[in-house]
């Protein structure tokens, strides 16, 4: 997919399903409560992200420096811009990493290191709210019952999630398993066509050797980089905590009451789902599927306004900062080019 074309999807289907939500949900209370809003909620809203941003940033330096590898906090937070934009342009979020690994390699960062560090962090966030949700299902039950869609969803991303911890214990402690899996790919690309017969040998060396250097640079993060592993564990957990706190404070600034446990696990199963929603950065799903989820946080009426304000401050900020950013650094065909998209796209 080119990045015109993601970003085309992306805007297109988030204003959409916004449309729908506001049109099904909105009436003059809600425009009373808005007018009446506390202007220094938002405020707070905004301050909580930039907080969230940097911690982001830092947690990339940590994991950088947990790998034997050192960048700047500048790079760490054009980096963390850079994945907000390239998981809303790609299905599944799945288009960050390759910004962030090539970025890093433009910084002397080997190619391991940064599927790495990247991987990582993302496994991090993963880890940390597969730890929050069955906490949400046991103590908020109601956030799921009744709902078939979340029920739906929530099942395939429980299957998805223990598939890639699956293939990524394998990566460390049967590395020979996967560079057989990963020659068995290759030669089924190859018959597809999508690998060139004389390219076969140098794609699996390359994978031999790349998985060589990831699952040595995962032992550097448990070895000599354990401390600043432990500091990319923490950003972890305040960077979560910061984005979680956006949706309370949301509310209060409209004077509605709001219980900050309830509003934190609802966020944590809502934010589990989307990582692995096959429309661009989960775009449709998260306006539409957080009206449904917070409506019981709000009453209705606010619900949809409530779920795109916090995609607003939560995501479409930091979106449109990324495309910046990688605009300026990488254009249009080398963005183009790390999504793998034809040139004639």
């Not at 409560?33 to 940590?62: E, I, Y």
């Amino acid at each position: 997919m080119s990045v015109r074309k993601g970003i085309a999807l992306f805007v297109g289907i988030s204003l959409a399903v916004s449309g729908a939500v506001l049109a099904s949900s909105a009436d003059r209370f809600t425009v009373d409560l808005l007018l009446s809003a506390k202007p220094r909620g938002l405020f707070l809203v905004l301050v909580l992200m930039v907080a969230a941003w940097s911690v982001d940033a830092l947690r990339f330096c940590a994991l950088s420096r947990a790998a034997d590898e050192h960048i700047g906090f500048r790079l760490g937070v054009e980096l963390t811009f850079l994945n907000y934009f390239g998981s809303a342009i790609t299905p599944m979020q799945s288009g960050g990493g390759p910004f962030q690994v090539y970025m890093l390699y433009r910084n002397d960062v080997p190619i391991g290191k940064g599927v790495a560090i990247t991987l990582t962090r993302t496994l991090l966030t993963l880890f940390i709210l597969g730890l929050v949700v069955p906490v949400a299902i046991v103590t908020t039950p109601e956030f799921l019952s009744g709902q078939h869609f979340m029920q739906g969803i929530f099942s395939y991303v429980v299957l998805f999630v223990v598939l890639t911890w699956t293939l990524v214990v394998l990566s460390l402690v049967r590395p020979q398993l996967v560079k057989r899996l990963g020659t068995a790919l290759t030669l089924l690309l190859k018959r597809l066509g999508f690998v060139k017969p004389r390219a076969v040998l140098r794609t699996v060396r390359r994978i031999n050797r790349e998985i060589d250097n990831y699952g040595e640079n995962f032992r550097l993060f448990f070895s000599t980089g354990k401390y600043h592993f432990a500091f990319a564990v923490f950003c972890s957990v305040l960077h979560l905590f910061l984005i979680f706190s956006v949706l309370p404070i949301l509310i209060w600034s409209v004077s509605l009451p709001c219980h900050y446990a309830q509003a934190l696990m609802a966020q944590a199963l809502f934010l589990f789902v989307l990582y692995f929603v096959p429309t661009p950065g989960g775009s449709g799903v998260a306006e539409g599927g957080g009206a449904i989820l917070f409506r019981l946080l709000v009453p209705w009426n606010m619900a949809g306004v409530m779920a795109i304000g916090w995609r607003f401050f939560t995501e479409y900020i930091a979106i449109g900062l990324g495309a910046f950013v990688a605009l300026r650094l990488l254009g249009w065909g080398l963005a183009d080019e790390l999504l793998g998209a034809k040139k004639d796209a």
